[in-house]
């Protein structure tokens, strides 16, 4: 009898000696939705261990207004075997979104809303700290500046970052805003880039989706985090 867990683990061995496999734990973002007013925006995310093969997913519900967690909006789920070769992890996800509908339901979750994209980043291995992008159905236009602080390293490695966001109307009226929170220092992430920036129903709120890198066993995990700004 063939070994499943014995054989998945093999291949990927024989994959990273190869260099076919990317070291440390790569998460694929799903966006889920607004609520239909845009007070509220959900997302997930999910993956497979980069050590145990184990399909894991979290989902997060965010208060855009109060740009943090709503009340029992974070929740998450790691299988309890590895997986099976041709398994991305998704499996896990569904499980975890089947399990908290209640979750979706109270703040009235819509799957279709996820609002109007406005920037999509280019996977270039380029990292930018300044992005341009352009509401061209209210002729708004936004620069975006991310500034990363970082404190330590290795184990003690800690950092935060903020968004110096600048928003030029149609008649040149300029505002400024600071997105995020300076004070929150999270450990082992070294790296920060804006991947996408949508903008809520009701256009009166944006959501940056942040890709973050942190240090791992074997090279770097890629996580995605949500900042909001409502104006």
């Not at 497979?48 to 974070?74: C, S, Y």
Request: glycine share 10%; aromatic share 10%.
């Amino acid at each position: 009898m063939i070994n499943r867990k014995t054989t998945v683990i093999s291949l990927m061995l024989l994959m990273r000696a190869l260099g076919t496999l990317p070291a440390g734990d790569t998460a694929t973002f799903v966006d889920l939705g607004f609520s239909p007013d845009g007070s509220v925006y959900m997302f997930g995310q999910y993956g497979i261990q980069e050590v145990f093969l184990k399909p894991w997913a979290e989902i997060f519900a965010v208060d855009v207004g109060r740009n943090n967690f709503t009340e029992g909006g974070r929740v998450s789920y790691t299988h309890d075997s590895a997986a099976v070769n041709g398994q991305d992890g998704s499996g896990a996800f569904f499980r975890l979104l089947t399990r908290n509908a209640a979750l979706v339901e109270r703040h009235h979750i819509n799957f279709l809303a996820r609002g109007r994209l406005l920037f999509v980043g280019v996977l270039d291995g380029i990292e930018r700290e300044t992005i341009e992008f352009r509401d061209f159905q209210k002729n708004v236009s936004y620069h975006a500046t991310l500034i990363t602080r970082i404190e330590g390293s290795g184990a003690n490695l800690r950092s935060s970052f903020t968004i110096e966001l600048e928003q030029t109307g149609a008649n040149d009226t300029r505002r400024t805003f600071q997105v995020g929170t300076p004070s929150v220092k999270r450990g082992r992430i070294g790296s920060y880039q804006i991947r996408r920036v949508a903008i809520a129903p009701g256009d009166n709120a944006l959501i940056f989706v942040i890709e973050t890198r942190a240090q791992a066993a074997h090279g770097q995990d890629i996580r995605y985090m949500v900042e909001a700004i409502r104006f």
